[in-house]
């Protein structure tokens, strides 16, 4: 409703008007490379509410994949992510659970596992997690993942579908699993539901997934597409059955995981991960081809017609027959009656904090469940994948200072500052007080958290997220869904910020318990990643102010001050007088204070009354100013103190027992770190000079094979090229025996082909069981493939492998010993990380050899600040051979912690690798493996990450081949 009336005021000409509409999309202005092009922005949120209840890792998983494949059916490269989750108390005992539950604290650790194993895998950073407390989500768990794509608007074509046109599935195949679970998604919870819905959960499979991301990133592919839709809710049934009006499908014909599914499991079965498209019926060899070359599996399996009839065939027998006037009428119309409840009298933001003292007041505050740092948890999450990430989830030296948005470079094949940026809005216990109001600060907050980041407000766009309890006859029931409505339909109008998507959920009761009433708001906007400032204070001496909201008697927000506001802030980062900025939240500016002073162990020395500290007054903005700030809202705390505390009313409290009280607790459920024993080594080996022996090359070329589940290709294609190499990248196909052979063969020819061998990360078949780089180790122990690469080598050649690549290296004998076949019972290997997770952050690696020619513009001590993302790498090896390695020169790199020591303690060594080594080289020094991804790297990206960033192992690479004997 708000986004039609926007529009009919002119103030929506960005949005894309057609047919598809499985996910928002907006057009946008990308500057690539000094030009501009417009691209299609598009964005999506799903709960799996229900199934994430029942079975935590497989419901969270496939929330994540079925977010993702609504952009994809719309032909966008999906780069960027945000989960927000909802629970009750994860520290309550497990003899306390409800009969017919899960204990929250399983519920919410093994859903953190399912969502970040399949984003991990698929690769798609993401970079803003948080679960909300509140103890009526008991009643059913709340899972929210949100999801940004984007691509090129020349490259999509939306067209009708015309008789003779034909439809194709591809992607993964078919099976009982999902079977239900749109129905059971609406059902109430009940004490069976754990016994009877296990079989609605689907089950994930996100590098097949990828694939079909690969396949819809070349344009080639997507000009062929007419209409594409992706398989959720309902199965075959409504992703094919929605394309058009008349269709003949054949059931029989649905490539499936196992024999013996009848007719109506084919037709309704939600199995994941598969895609239909429909294209003119001349293009379908070129389409089938373009997918072998992608390693997917594609099926005619259906044909569009003009009968304006839905008929399903199955081995010939016509089992569905139903006209589209019948479809299309969504039934018999429902009518209910709605009371929005009065709002009890009293103000909704001021909090009663416990404690006597200021002190005990502000570490109550800080360790708040709706406060407390959760580092343990976001760092599962892969938030550097696809080199685009501008803001870490933490930041500063200390990488401590959380982050309150998602900013993401857009996936463009040339250089682009152009970024998304995404916030949310909600809180529970506002919500609960006045759905109303709940859902109009739910804009307001991701406004301004969006601001506070450094992007203007105006040109957001919004998708909600609504949740309740099971909707009765009662009036009071229908009120809160209505209210919330209301409520963001207000702040659209009058901020003039429209919704033009969004996901409803119901049906979050368990016997007389009901989840919070909900609306989240989700809002997206595009921002120069040059101007994004992070939440981190920067300096002593700079001024701290508060640019203060004040909500209308009310308690609705006052937007004619909210816009000037935004507009004055955005104003002063635009300028460089605002240099971070902190949207007030849960903790109001207290919860401010504290968390910008943590990254950079700055504290401040402020004055400001209870009531201001610890009210979370929606929309204002603690911002740092390197000079006054004359306007009438800003009100001045006090300054910026180099002193490691925070002194609030003459109260000097230390800012390492506020980070204490912020972290101690989350950790006991979600450890920040591992317990490493790791011991440590140094050396000083000799420097050695290489040179290449061939013939001089000025732009040598790359090969990259991309097998099952590799992820980085993209990033270390693009960092090749941008250090002046040619890149060749092929999919290693295994759908058949064929494929493979052919594989190996083309393998053959390229590696023959080319001067370097790069590895990239990812999950080698999905790391299972135990993979880290077995299959790809296989593939390289292949006669005709050990024999082109010892050639590779003794021409000079070089070979890299990063993350998943280096465990390939190290587990075919290549690392440390330079030639295939040669692994012993002693040689080294990767194992899981100590800390028994996947970890993503910044670490602080040290050169320890310049023996390489990966290596040749380093310096011996040189450190570099180098993302990391693993869940097994922990380099494990004896004594005798590691001090072998240390005196032949091949430890290229340590793990070092923030005085530049070698050292094994975490979170400085996140794996707990033997003597701090994060990589290796061959005794040639041809070949070099390492842990860190060096490829995600780039120009204003990790701005809230101190150190020396760039390690141009690439440039080196190129370099050896521009200079001979």
């Known amino acids: 409703i708000g986004a039609r009336y926007l529009r009919s005021k002119g103030l929506l000409d960005d949005l894309e008007v057609s047919e598809e509409n499985n996910a928002c999309s907006v057009f946008v202005d990308v500057d690539v490379d000094g030009r501009t092009e417009k691209w299609l922005l598009q964005f999506k949120n799903e709960t799996h509410n229900h199934p994430t209840e029942i079975e935590p890792f497989g419901g969270a998983s496939t929330c994540l994949g079925g977010a993702i494949r609504d952009p994809l059916s719309g032909r966008s490269y999906v780069y960027q992510a945000m989960r927000v989750t909802g629970a009750g108390n994860i520290y309550q005992p497990v003899s306390e659970t409800l009969p017919g539950k899960l204990p929250q604290r399983v519920i919410s650790l093994k859903a953190a596992a399912g969502y970040s194993s399949y984003g991990n895998q698929i690769g798609l950073a993401t970079t803003h997690v948080r679960e909300v407390y509140h103890p009526d989500y008991v009643a059913k768990r709340l899972e929210v993942g949100a999801v940004v794509g984007a691509v090129k608007a020349e490259n999509v074509r939306r067209e009708s579908p015309v008789p003779g046109d034909v439809v194709l599935l591809l992607g993964g195949r078919t099976g009982r699993d999902g079977v239900g679970g749109a129905t059971g998604s609406s059902k109430e919870h009940t004490d069976k539901s754990l016994e009877m819905c296990g079989s609605e959960v689907q089950k994930g499979n996100a590098p097949e997934e990828r694939k079909l991301e690969r396949l819809f990133r070349?344009?080639?592919?997507?000009?062929?597409?007419?209409?594409?839709?992706?398989?959720?809710?309902?199965?075959?049934?409504?992703?094919?059955?929605?394309?058009?009006?008349?269709?003949?499908?054949?059931?029989?014909?649905?490539?499936?995981?196992?024999?013996?599914?009848?007719?109506?499991?084919?037709?309704?079965?939600?199995?994941?991960?598969?895609?239909?498209?429909?294209?003119?019926?001349?293009?379908?060899?070129?389409?089938?081809?373009?997918?072998?070359?992608?390693?997917?599996?594609?099926?005619?399996?259906?044909d569009v017609t003009d009968s304006r009839r839905m008929r399903m065939y199955n081995k010939g027998k016509l089992v569905v027959d139903l006209s589209r006037e019948f479809i299309d009428s969504a039934g018999a119309k429902h009518y209910a009656q709605a009371a929005i409840g009065a709002v009890e009298e009293r103000d909704p933001f001021r909090r009663e904090v416990k404690g006597g003292t200021l002190r005990e007041k502000m570490l109550a505050n800080l360790a708040d469940d709706n406060v407390l740092s959760q580092k343990g948890l976001i760092e599962m999450f892969d938030s550097t994948i696809g080199a685009s990430t501008v803001l870490l989830p933490f930041g500063g030296r200390t990488q401590r200072s959380e982050t309150q948005v998602s900013v993401q470079k857009l996936p463009t094949d040339g250089y682009t500052d152009t970024a998304s940026i995404m916030a949310f809005g909600y809180n529970p216990f506002l919500a609960s007080w006045s759905p109303y109001h709940g859902a109009a600060y739910a804009v307001v907050d991701a406004a301004a958290k969006v601001v506070a980041a450094g992007a203007r407000y105006d040109k957001m766009r919004y998708s909600y997220q609504e949740y309740f309890e099971r909707m009765t006859k009662s009036p009071r029931t229908w009120g809160k869904p209505l209210g919330a409505l209301l409520g963001a339909l207000k702040m659209q109008v009058e901020l003039g910020l429209p919704s033009i998507g969004g996901k409803?959920?119901?049906?979050?009761?368990?016997?007389?318990?009901?989840?919070?009433?909900?609306?989240?708001?989700?809002?997206?906007?595009?921002?120069?990643?040059?101007?994004?400032?992070?939440?981190?204070?920067?300096?002593?001496?700079?001024?701290?102010?508060?640019?203060?909201?004040?909500?209308?008697?009310?308690?609705?927000?006052?937007?004619?001050?909210?816009?000037?506001?935004?507009?004055?802030?955005?104003?002063?980062?635009?300028?460089?007088?605002?240099?971070?900025?902190?949207?007030?939240?849960?903790?109001?500016?207290?919860e401010a204070l504290a968390k910008m002073s943590f990254g950079n162990g700055i504290g401040a020395d402020v004055k400001v009354d209870e009531a201001t500290l610890f009210d979370n007054s929606y929309g204002s903005i603690v911002v740092e100013s390197t000079e006054p700030l004359d306007f009438p809202a800003a009100e001045l705390l006090g300054h910026t103190e180099a002193e490691g505390a925070?002194?609030?009313?003459?109260?000097?409290?230390?800012?390492?027992?506020?980070?204490?009280?912020?972290?101690?607790?989350?950790?006991?459920?979600?450890?920040?770190?591992?317990?490493?024993?790791?011991?440590?080594?140094?050396?000083?080996?000799?420097?050695?000079?290489?040179?290449?022996?061939?013939?001089?090359?000025?732009?040598?070329?790359?090969?990259?094979?991309?097998?099952?589940?590799?992820?980085?290709?993209?990033?270390?294609?693009?960092?090749?090229?941008?250090?002046?190499?040619?890149?060749?990248?092929?999919?290693?196909?295994?759908?058949?025996?064929?494929?493979?052979?052919d594989s190996i063969r083309r393998m053959k020819e390229a590696i023959a082909a080319c001067h370097i061998f790069v590895l990239c990360g990812g999950f080698s078949a999905g790391d299972e069981p135990d993979g880290s780089g077995k299959f790809i180790a296989n593939v390289l122990n292949n006669k005709d493939?050990?024999?082109?690469?010892?050639?590779?080598?003794?021409?000079?050649?070089?070979?890299?492998?990063?993350?998943?690549?280096?465990?390939?290296?190290?587990?075919?004998?290549?690392?440390?010993?330079?030639?295939?076949?040669?692994?012993?019972?002693?040689?080294?290997?990767?194992?899981?990380?100590?800390?028994?997770?996947?970890?993503?952050?910044?670490?602080?690696?040290?050169?320890?050899?310049?023996?390489?020619?990966?290596?040749?513009?380093?310096?011996?001590?040189?450190?570099?600040?180098?993302?990391?993302?693993?869940?097994?790498?922990?380099?494990?090896?004896?004594?005798?051979?590691?001090?072998?390695?240390?005196?032949?020169?091949?430890?290229?790199?340590?793990?070092?912690?923030?005085?530049?020591?070698?050292?094994?303690?975490?979170?400085?060594?996140?794996?707990?690798?033997?003597?701090?080594?994060?990589?290796?080289?061959?005794?040639?020094?041809?070949?070099?493996?390492?842990?860190?991804?060096?490829?995600?790297?780039?120009?204003?990206?990790?701005?809230?990450?101190?150190?020396?960033?760039?390690?141009?192992?690439?440039?080196?690479?190129?370099?050896?081949?521009?200079?001979?004997?």
């Open 218 to 302: 070349r344009p080639e592919v997507t000009r062929l597409i007419k209409k594409s839709n992706d398989f959720g809710a309902g199965g075959v049934s409504v992703a094919i059955g929605e394309l058009t009006d008349g269709l003949d499908i054949y059931l029989d014909r649905v490539p499936t995981k196992y024999s013996g599914l009848n007719a109506t499991e084919l037709a309704i079965s939600e199995s994941q991960e598969r895609m239909a498209v429909v294209i003119e019926a001349s293009a379908e060899e070129e389409f089938k081809r373009y997918c072998a070359e992608e390693n997917i599996e594609v099926t005619h399996v259906a």
């Open 504 to 590: 409803d959920s119901m049906s979050g009761t368990f016997e007389q318990i009901n989840v919070p009433p909900m609306l989240m708001a989700f809002g997206i906007t595009t921002v120069d990643a040059g101007r994004v400032i992070s939440t981190d204070f920067k300096k002593a001496g700079h001024s701290i102010y508060l640019v203060r909201h004040t909500p209308l008697e009310n308690h609705m927000p006052d937007t004619g001050a909210l816009k000037r506001n935004f507009d004055f802030v955005s104003s002063a980062i635009e300028s460089g007088k605002i240099v971070s900025g902190y949207a007030v939240g849960f903790g109001g500016v207290a």
């Open 646 to 741: 925070l002194t609030i009313n003459g109260e000097k409290m230390p800012l390492e027992e506020l980070y204490r009280a912020n972290t101690e607790r989350f950790a006991t459920v979600y450890p920040d770190k591992g317990i490493n024993h790791a011991p440590v080594m140094e050396a000083m080996p000799a420097p050695r000079s290489f040179t290449y022996p061939g013939e001089a090359v000025e732009r040598p070329e790359v090969f990259i094979p991309v097998f099952p589940g590799s992820n980085c290709d993209y990033d270390t294609a693009k960092a090749f090229r941008r250090a002046g190499a040619e890149v060749r990248s092929e999919v290693f196909c295994n759908l058949t025996a064929e494929a493979i052979f």
């Open 785 to 965: 493939i050990s024999e082109e690469i010892h050639r590779l080598l003794d021409r000079g050649g070089l070979i890299l492998g990063i993350c998943n690549g280096f465990q390939a290296l190290v587990k075919s004998g290549l690392l440390p010993y330079g030639r295939l076949g040669l692994v012993t019972r002693e040689s080294p290997t990767l194992f899981r990380n100590d800390i028994n997770r996947h970890v993503s952050q910044i670490v602080s690696t040290r050169v320890a050899t310049t023996n390489s020619p990966w290596l040749s513009s380093f310096s011996v001590g040189d450190i570099h600040s180098i993302a990391v993302s693993h869940g097994e790498g922990k380099f494990v090896v004896s004594e005798p051979l590691a001090r072998e390695l240390f005196e032949n020169g091949q430890v290229a790199f340590q793990y070092v912690d923030a005085e530049g020591r070698v050292t094994a303690e975490a979170p400085y060594n996140p794996n707990g690798s033997y003597y701090a080594i994060e990589g290796i080289v061959s005794r040639d020094g041809q070949i070099l493996g390492k842990m860190g991804h060096t490829e995600r790297y780039g120009e204003n990206l990790f701005k809230n990450i101190a150190g020396e960033k760039v390690q141009d192992i690439f440039t080196n690479a190129v370099n050896y081949f521009r200079k001979t004997k």
